[in-house]
């Protein structure tokens, strides 16, 4: 069945300190990645997304995500968090023009 | 503000009652997603539409889920008999269609509580 994996359930960083949230799939052939912040009480964004191209995605407040095919990933990067960046982040994948599927997401804490 | 809007945001109900939740997609999406998300796991998929067409109905749900849009604008989710199992957050979403404006858009979600 396909599938998305999040490594990281829960992640505590300190302000300034560098992010990487691992996520990988189980589709195979072309697809679409996402991936989706929840603020603390707030509903699903998206924060970037890739359908094609340059592998290296840059999203909203500085995050970014690499695509490596060859390893079914899409991380999530950050060269340096903040406080605001405390939320739930979740990976997605579809294939064009089917549905999309939802890691079940990884806390993340940010210490000030 | 997504655009999407979903009503009521909060549902408390007894056990064996029926329940139902509209959401009203941004206007020009042909696409509607229903999800559900419990605490600390991702949104799973229930089922979608293409315009009024249901394209696809998890195995998630049970008979005693129906989604519609008969319109093709804005989309029912009824659950009936209740189970305390039900209480979850229930997200529904849009997108413009397949492809490359595949990217979903999500409402703030109807929050049920099944006592």
């Known amino acids: 069945a396909q599938s998305v994996s999040q490594h990281n359930h829960h992640v505590i960083l300190s302000e300034a300190a560098s992010l990487e949230l691992g996520c990988n799939y189980s589709?195979?052939?072309?697809?679409?990645l996402f991936w989706y912040v929840q603020y603390p009480g707030q509903h699903l964004q998206l924060l970037l997304k890739?359908?094609?191209?340059?592998?290296l995605v840059k999203g909203i407040k500085g995050f970014e995500a690499e695509f490596i095919k060859s390893k079914f990933s899409f991380n999530l990067r950050k060269p340096s968090v903040q406080w605001s960046d405390t939320a739930e982040y979740f990976c997605?994948?579809?294939?064009?023009?089917?549905?999309?599927?939802f890691g079940k997401g990884t806390r993340l804490h940010i210490l000030p | 503000d997504t655009g999407v809007s979903q009503d009521p945001r909060h549902k408390i109900t007894k056990r064996g009652q029926n329940v139902t939740f509209r959401c009203d997609p941004i206007?020009?999406?042909?696409?509607l997603y229903w999800y559900r998300q419990t605490l600390g796991q991702g949104p799973e998929f229930l089922t979608y539409?293409?315009?009024?067409?249901?394209?696809?109905k998890s195995r998630l749900l049970s008979d005693r889920f129906s989604a519609e849009r008969p319109k093709g604008s804005f989309s029912t989710l009824e659950i009936q008999r209740t189970e305390q199992g039900d209480s979850a957050m229930y997200l529904c979403?849009?997108?413009?269609?397949?492809?490359?404006?595949?990217?979903?858009?999500f409402g703030e979600g109807s929050w049920l509580t099944v006592v």
């Open positions: 890739y359908f094609s191209g340059d592998p």
């Open positions: 589709y195979g052939g072309t697809v679409n």
């Open positions: 997605a994948v579809t294939k064009r023009d089917d549905k999309i599927i």
């Open positions: 539409f293409q315009n009024e067409a249901q394209l696809e």
């Open positions: 206007s020009e999406h042909n696409r």
């Open positions: 979403a849009s997108s413009l269609g397949g492809g490359d404006g595949n990217t979903i858009y």
